[in-house]
């Protein structure tokens, strides 16, 4: 992710000496930093209603804002696997179908000792790579608007 000023004001925990080197499938690349940002995806649940589901992604590594190589964001299914979903993807279903297959991510909400299954999020493949929607949100921020919540509905 660039490292603009929408990320300055969202992330927690940055760390400018978090860096990284690495090597792509076609360059090298060095990321400046790494921190924690909140990621809020859109979920359908299983009576088919709408929803939005967060989930907080660790150790983000962030490219300098003015010389990104980077034109998408590119989130490893391993955030999503850290916060308890799952991802399925299925194959085509005969040497009729044209389709690349089918993916989803399933939403699921980490318990002590299980997972609470919560609905779906839709994976879209174009030119054999898959997205989704998201935005992004500053974890700090997001405690306390619950906690505010959390203490408004207990001094009711």
Not at 81 to 109: P, Q, W, Y
């Amino acid at each position: 992710m660039p490292l603009d000023g929408e990320i300055n004001a969202k992330v927690v925990d940055l760390d400018r000496d978090g860096g990284i080197t690495g090597e792509g499938v076609q360059q090298s690349f060095t990321t400046e930093a790494w921190g924690t940002l909140g990621i809020m995806v859109p979920g359908t649940a299983p009576d088919e209603s709408h929803f939005k589901f967060d989930m907080l992604a660790d150790g983000v590594q962030f490219f300098p804002a003015a010389t990104s190589m980077m034109s998408q964001t590119l989130f490893p299914i391993t955030w999503l696997m850290r916060a308890g979903c799952d991802a399925v993807f299925t194959g085509r279903s005969s040497l009729e179908d044209k389709s690349s297959g089918h993916g989803e991510i399933s939403l699921n909400e980490l318990t002590e000792k299980s997972k609470d299954y919560k609905g779906t999020l839709a994976l879209n493949c174009w030119n054999d790579l898959w997205f989704f929607e998201y935005s992004i949100f500053s974890p700090a921020r997001h405690d306390a608007a619950s906690a505010i919540a959390m203490s408004a509905s207990i001094q009711k």
